[in-house]
């Protein structure tokens, strides 16, 4: 009898996440168009929900729920929630199979600079980045600005932004959501060390690298057998990739069996032969 994969279950969990972003992205923007009254309400709960409203007008409650979610499960929201990820992650799926992917060192000073810098114009009341910086704010302002053409200018403008999006989601899957998005970063600093995350088993990996083919994140470091969590957006398409079962979403912490493997690390964490940028 064939062995049950635990990766191929695994892969289970990417169905649902799929399920889970495919639906609220349509819940979402039928509130935006007022499509229906169910869809309207259910879309004006899921954007209740949205971790920068919540931040926004203070709800402490939501808050609360999403730094508890991110610290267990990591940046789940970016593959669940987030309507922006849901468009990025259906025009990434239009790449041929054989375009894959590749792991790149985060660009951590232009993560953490945009960050602050949004963080600021917000403290200074600037509306700017509000409808046009943070994830949920710029899908409104583009949805809105679309279908509702008021000044023919700004339709072109909203129409242009998103085809950027969506292009450069082609071309380099998630590197919006890990360069310029700053709740994609405020997420990611929680999710660094969340306690569920991506495992690779050393014991087991083949380094055949189906896994890191199909990551848009760009977060697997196969050299070092390195998921870097503040960049996973947990979408689960790599678990049903490896046929060794040697990468999973797990609490545990796999150990090399050889030592001689295990990267060295400096005082950042990180295996010295990287710097960090
Ligand atoms: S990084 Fe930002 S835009 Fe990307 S999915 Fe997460 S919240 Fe949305
Ligand atoms: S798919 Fe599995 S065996 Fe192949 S590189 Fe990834 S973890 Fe290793
Ligand atoms: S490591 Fe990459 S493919 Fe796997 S869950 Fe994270 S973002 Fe998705």
């Given at each position: 009898?064939?062995e049950?994969?635990?990766?191929?279950?695994?892969?289970?969990?990417?169905?649902?996440?799929?399920i889970?972003?495919?639906?609220?992205?349509?819940?979402?923007t039928?509130?935006?168009?007022?499509?229906?009254?169910?869809?309207?309400?259910?879309?004006?709960e899921?954007?209740?929900?949205q971790?920068?409203i919540?931040?926004?007008t203070?709800?402490?409650?939501?808050?609360?729920?999403?730094?508890?979610i991110?610290?267990?499960?990591?940046?789940?929201?970016?593959?669940?929630?987030?309507?922006l990820?849901?468009v990025?992650?259906?025009?990434?799926?239009?790449?041929?199979?054989?375009?894959?992917?590749?792991?790149?060192k985060?660009?951590t000073?232009?993560?953490?600079?945009?960050?602050?810098?949004?963080?600021?114009?917000?403290?200074?009341?600037v509306?700017?980045?509000?409808?046009?910086?943070?994830?949920?704010?710029?899908?409104?302002?583009l949805?809105?600005?679309?279908?509702?053409?008021?000044?023919?200018?700004?339709?072109l403008?909203?129409?242009l932004?998103?085809a950027?999006?969506?292009?450069?989601a082609f071309?380099?899957?998630?590197?919006?959501?890990?360069?310029?998005?700053?709740?994609?970063?405020?997420?990611?600093?929680?999710?660094?060390?969340s306690?569920?995350?991506?495992d690779?088993?050393?014991?087991?990996?083949?380094?055949?690298?189906?896994?890191?083919?199909?990551?848009?994140?760009?977060?697997?470091?196969?050299?070092?057998?390195?998921?870097?969590?503040s960049?996973?957006?947990?979408?689960?398409d790599?678990l049903?990739?490896?046929?060794?079962?040697a990468?999973?979403?797990?609490?545990?912490?796999?150990?090399?069996?050889?030592?001689?493997m295990?990267?060295?690390?400096?005082?950042?964490?990180?295996?010295?032969?990287?710097?960090?940028?």
């Amino acid at each position: 009898m064939k062995e049950f994969s635990r990766n191929r279950g695994q892969g289970i969990l990417m169905v649902i996440r799929i399920i889970i972003e495919a639906a609220s992205a349509f819940f979402i923007t039928a509130a935006l168009l007022h499509y229906g009254t169910t869809s309207t309400a259910i879309g004006r709960e899921l954007t209740g929900a949205q971790p920068e409203i919540a931040l926004l007008t203070l709800s402490l409650s939501v808050i609360t729920v999403w730094l508890l979610i991110t610290l267990i499960f990591g940046r789940i929201y970016c593959s669940t929630l987030c309507p922006l990820g849901a468009v990025m992650d259906l025009a990434a799926r239009t790449r041929k199979r054989d375009r894959i992917y590749r792991y790149k060192k985060p660009l951590t000073a232009l993560r953490l600079a945009v960050m602050a810098a949004v963080f600021l114009l917000l403290v200074a009341r600037v509306s700017f980045p509000r409808e046009w910086m943070l994830p949920y704010g710029l899908y409104q302002s583009l949805i809105e600005r679309i279908t509702e053409p008021q000044v023919i200018g700004a339709t072109l403008i909203s129409a242009l932004i998103f085809a950027v999006i969506a292009i450069m989601a082609f071309l380099r899957g998630r590197i919006i959501c890990n360069t310029l998005c700053p709740m994609g970063t405020l997420l990611g600093m929680l999710s660094r060390r969340s306690l569920f995350h991506i495992d690779i088993n050393t014991d087991r990996c083949t380094q055949c690298r189906r896994c890191a083919d199909v990551c848009k994140a760009q977060c697997i470091d196969l050299q070092d057998h390195i998921v870097d969590m503040s960049r996973c957006v947990v979408c689960f398409d790599c678990l049903p990739q490896c046929s060794d079962d040697a990468i999973t979403y797990t609490p545990g912490r796999h150990t090399l069996s050889d030592p001689l493997m295990m990267p060295e690390l400096d005082t950042f964490n990180k295996p010295k032969n990287e710097t960090i940028s």
